[in-house]
């Protein structure tokens, strides 16, 4: 079992940049794929990026293609949503998830973990 905790949101401009990070529990955290997800205002949870759980490849949502990398840091048991220029389209309360031994799937209901979220606005 793992807690996931992000951390990292707020309000910035169009353009700027912001860093996430979601910190786990767990002495196991390096078995789980990890991914983000968002979900803006009267919109679907939608997948933004993911991480295989041997962190050999990552995936990416079209939409943030080339301008949000995913990493991880199993020693401090964390991962990370680098965004860069960042688009008011990008406003939405952002989640990431874990699933034990996952290839980083980008569909929400193969991750049984989920943090509380952590919300991003980005004004124009």
């Known amino acids: 079992q793992v807690q996931l905790v992000e951390s990292g949101g707020g309000l910035v401009q169009a353009g700027a940049t912001l860093r996430l990070s979601c910190a786990g529990s767990?002495?196991?955290?390096?078995?789980?794929?990890l991914a983000w997800f968002r979900q803006a205002p009267g919109k679907e949870r939608e997948f933004v990026a993911a991480?295989?759980?041997?962190?050999?490849?990552?995936y990416y949502a079209d939409s943030v293609k080339g301008r949000f990398t995913i990493s991880r840091d199993n020693v401090k048991n964390t991962v990370y949503l680098q965004m860069n220029s960042l688009k008011p389209e990008d406003t939405a309360v952002y989640y990431c998830?874990?699933?034990?031994?996952?290839?980083?799937?980008?569909?929400?209901?193969?991750?049984?973990?989920w943090g509380q979220g952590t919300q991003v606005t980005i004004s124009s």
């Open positions: 998830a874990a699933e034990l031994y996952g290839l980083g799937s980008s569909l929400s209901r193969k991750y049984v973990y």
């Open positions: 767990g002495r196991t955290f390096s078995s789980y794929a």
């Open positions: 991480i295989r759980w041997s962190g050999t490849s990552t």
